[in-house]
């Protein structure tokens, strides 16, 4: 296998113990810290040739987004690392119960294209902060953000630990062939079944953070406008291609025509009368996605966009309006710039028809009324949940990110990233004299050992809990 010396050469600095020192751990974090200070430029320009990413989305997602990662990280490691004491019973009273935070080991970063830099920092800053060599392998479609990572990483981490594999399919099927001891996976569920297979023959936990087809509800009482900017640019954002964008909406057909010129003025307020020109547009990443996306434009009717240039990949920010759960956009994860409208005739039915499809990884709900909003976040089940607004709930740490069922495993950002690539160490120390409190557990066995062990290992139920 060609990777096997790689992987051999990281586990064995692995096992030198090089990675667990916290010092080690915040140098290499600070690294990344001026990786991305002094690479900002260079960031903002790859995106910029792989997707037309504009300056200002590439900024807030690959850099800002990532900045607050880092020092949320910086900021709490010395207390996320310390050993988390635990209950004892009447036995281990004077012994030591403790929870270790090791890392795995050798872990394996899988990153797409949508987001090339933010996820793969993301993951790595946790892999990190937990003590694990890395291996990260960015996605060899956005082409010019693999060649950055590849050449520029390197010359801020310690090679030793962490190294870049770059290549396409044959180059990370080879991969994954080797034994890792934790792999994290961003892309579609497809593939991610491909990489939890490979996994299992090593017995690897994984973490699969896939995507989904996003419902976003629409209420009748709502603030129309408003609604329609929010759902514009969390649709619209990096030219649709983000997993938690809000993939279609649910609402009457009552709502549908009064959204229907909100849209196409939020559209014309963001982007201009033709997004084509507006520098706050992006395109899509290749000529095969263009093609796929192009091809979903036959669902319903267009009633806002809808114009295509396949030279420049470029597909207008488009509305289809009466699509029917049939048509071809209903059937798959859109990731471009198409937003469908499928009518409902009221929330239980909206609700019913989220319940009736696999899993998404976010589910949005818009409404002046808390109760439906709460409704919906209820009655429905997704990898996270955003109320009135898209996109937002990624930006804190302190939430968890991560997919449901079809839609992903695992989770991650903040501490939550941390405590993925940890290895939770259940440990008791016991104190080697005090010998007399051990007998009632060793043979021959009486009723009375029976009592006392009864006694002093027992947990009794407190009163009941009542939720507020």
């Known amino acids: 296998n060609p990777y096997a010396g790689l992987v051999g050469h990281l586990r064995a600095s692995w096992l030198s113990g090089k990675t667990r020192p916290m010092e080690y751990r915040m140098a290499q974090l600070e690294a990344l810290g001026r990786f991305l200070d002094e690479k900002k430029q260079e960031i903002l320009e790859a995106t910029d040739l792989d997707m037309g990413k504009p300056s200002f989305e590439a900024y807030f997602t690959e850099v800002l987004l990532c900045k607050n990662e880092l020092n949320v990280t910086l900021n709490n490691l010395c207390h996320w690392m310390k050993d988390e004491h635990v209950d004892k019973n009447l036995v281990t009273q004077l012994d030591s119960a403790f929870i270790r935070k090791d890392p795995y080991g050798v872990v394996l970063i899988m990153a797409p294209w949508n987001y090339p830099i933010h996820l793969i920092l993301v993951p790595l800053i946790g892999a990190i902060a937990a003590g694990n060599c890395v291996i ?119 709502m549908q025509e009064k959204l229907m010129p909100a849209l196409r003025e939020a559209i014309t307020e963001f982007f201009g009368p033709n997004p084509k020109e507006s520098p706050d547009f992006g395109r899509i990443v290749g000529d095969k996605q263009f093609r796929r996306i192009r091809a979903l434009l036959c669902s319903g009717r267009v009633a806002i966009g809808g114009q ?40 239980d039915e909206a609700i019913d028809f989220i319940n009736a499809r696999p899993r998404p990884l976010a589910v949005y709900a818009f ?42 495993l695992g989770k991650y950002h903040g501490k939550f990233t941390f405590d993925t690539f940890s290895h939770h160490r259940g440990c008791l120390h016991r104190n080697m004299g005090l010998e007399t409190l051990n007998a009632p557990r060793y043979p021959p066995y009486t009723q009375q050992k029976l009592g006392l062990l009864t006694a002093t290992f027992e947990v009794k139920r407190r009163g009941t809990c009542t939720l507020l």
């Open 136 to 254: 990260i392998k960015p996605s060899e479609i956005s082409k010019n953000t693999e060649r950055l990572v590849a050449e520029m990483l390197s010359c801020y981490l310690d090679n030793d630990c962490f190294a870049v594999v770059t290549g396409g399919v044959q180059e990370a099927t080879r991969l994954l062939e080797n034994k890792f001891d934790y792999i994290f996976f961003t892309g579609i569920p497809s593939v991610g079944r491909i990489v939890m297979t490979a996994a299992a023959k090593h017995l690897t936990p994984v973490t699969l953070e896939l995507g989904g087809k996003n419902p976003c509800y629409v209420s009748d009482t709502c603030d129309v406008p408003n609604v329609a900017r929010r759902v514009v640019w969390g649709r619209f954002f990096n030219a649709g291609q983000t997993c938690i964008a809000p993939d279609y909406l649910l609402c009457t057909l009552e």
């Open 308 to 347: 295509t240039d396949e030279a420049e990949r470029y597909i207008a920010p488009t509305v289809l309006a009466d699509v029917l759960p049939s048509d071809p956009a209903m059937q798959e994860e859109i990731f471009g710039p198409i937003l469908p409208i499928v009518v409902v005739a009221n929330m």
């Open 367 to 408: 409404s002046c009324d808390s109760k439906v909003v709460n409704q919906v976040l209820e009655r429905t089940s997704s990898g996270g949940f955003c109320g009135n607004d898209t996109l937002m709930q990624v930006t804190l740490t302190s939430l968890p990110f991560g997919g449901i069922g079809n839609s992903g």
